[in-house]
């Protein structure tokens, strides 16, 4: 398989993101190829590499950020003595 990202280090980090890179951003009508495709019986294949492009298209929403501010927020609210100490 070859993978085409946008952030190699991102994706090589860990098992999760390359989960969610390769199946969030592919529409597999779109950007799925394959080395030396075939037909057989009305099904797809290829005998060499399958080829996955999952760089981010001009279509997908922006990246969802983890801001610092609100997460230290959160964690307070999550802290002992506070509302949500039990609950998250």
């Known amino acids: 398989m070859i993978l085409i990202v946008d952030d190699t280090h991102f994706v090589a980090e860990s098992l999760r993101n390359f989960l ?3 199946f969030t951003r592919t529409n597999p009508a779109a950007d799925i190829h394959g080395i ?3 037909t057989q019986n ?3 294949g290829c ?3 399958l080829v996955i492009d ?3 298209k001009p279509h997908h929403a922006p990246p969802l950020v983890e801001d610092p ?3 230290r927020r959160v964690d307070a609210l999550a ?3 506070g509302p949500l100490h ?3």
């Open 20 to 22: 969610w890179v390769t």
């Open 36 to 38: 030396d495709t075939f």
């Open 42 to 44: 009305k099904h797809w």
């Open 47 to 49: 005998r060499g590499p």
């Open 54 to 56: 999952a760089r981010l």
């Open 69 to 71: 501010e609100v997460s």
């Open 79 to 81: 802290a002992p003595g």
């Open 86 to 88: 039990s609950i998250i």
